[in-house]
């Protein structure tokens, strides 16, 4: 009944730009805290953006002054801005909800490849 649904990934040279969305269904969107995570090959995954329902944002220092986080919550959609991508940004980038205990959920990822 969940579904989190993430688009926009794909191939990109070095400093471009691809907009990743998320878009959300079976949740009362505006009162979730919205996360993008990645997770590279033999990485661990790791928090990149996350946006609460106040918009407050926080970023990974990695990602810090390149990418923006924000919501649409008419849309009930996700986003995330990527500029002046490096190869180490290439991963693949999952949309998370998460309001409480319980209430925590995943999209299937989409794939994000910076190369020349």
């Given at each position: ?43 661990q ?8 329902s ?63």
């Amino acid at each position: 009944q969940v579904q989190l649904v993430e688009s926009g990934g794909g191939l990109v040279q070095p400093g471009g730009s691809l907009r990743l969305s998320c878009a959300a269904s079976g949740i009362i969107f505006s009162i979730y805290t919205m996360n993008w995570y990645r997770q590279a090959p033999g990485k661990q995954r790791e928090l990149v953006a996350a946006i609460t329902s106040g918009a407050r944002t926080n970023y990974a220092d990695s990602v810090k002054g390149r990418f923006t986080i924000s919501r649409d919550n008419a849309k009930n959609t996700l986003y995330l801005q990527m500029n002046s991508l490096k190869p180490e940004d290439t991963a693949v980038y999952y949309c998370n909800a998460w309001w409480r205990k319980d209430y925590d959920y995943w999209g299937q990822g989409t794939q994000v490849t910076v190369s020349s």
